[in-house]
Nanobody, 123 residues
Framework: VQLQASGGGSVQAGGSLRLSCAAS????????VGWFRQAPGQEREFVAA????????WIADSMKGRFTISRDNAKNTVYLQMNSLKPEDTAVYYC?????????????????WGKGTLVTVSS
């Protein structure tokens, strides 16, 4: 499974961005896609995830109410809508896929990773 993240950029605090994660190459072997992020000097953290089948979603507590995740199965694409962005949301955002959903979500549970996309939020 290959994953391509896009949609990052620079935005002012309070603004919005939508990230996309396009999956290819045998997407049927993955059951869910997640978003993680890594800020400078910090560990990578879970942001959100969604199952291809059924659309079950998970959002990190600190992002509930601001971030939503959705998918378009026909396009094999997962979206992360980020609203009310804060400077502390600045990070490289990665999408990853897993063969089997394991909670709590962590790096170790993901089988495939895409390259990250940088999100910069200025105050």
């Amino acid at each position: 499974v290959q994953l391509q993240a896009s949609g990052g950029g620079s935005v002012q605090a309070g603004g919005s961005l939508r990230l996309s994660c396009a999956a290819s190459g045998g997407t049927s072997s993955s059951s869910a896609v997640g978003w993680f992020r890594q800020a400078p000097g910090q560990e990578r953290e879970f942001v959100a995830a969604i199952k291809w089948s059924g659309g079950n979603t998970w959002i990190a507590d600190s992002m509930k109410g601001r971030f939503t995740i959705s998918r378009d199965n026909a396009k094999n694409t997962v979206y992360l809508q980020m609203n009310s962005l804060k400077p502390e949301d600045t990070a490289v955002y990665y999408c990853a896929a897993t063969k089997r959903v394991t909670t709590p979500w962590s790096d170790y549970g993901m089988d495939y990773w895409g390259k990250g996309t940088l999100v910069t939020v200025s105050s």
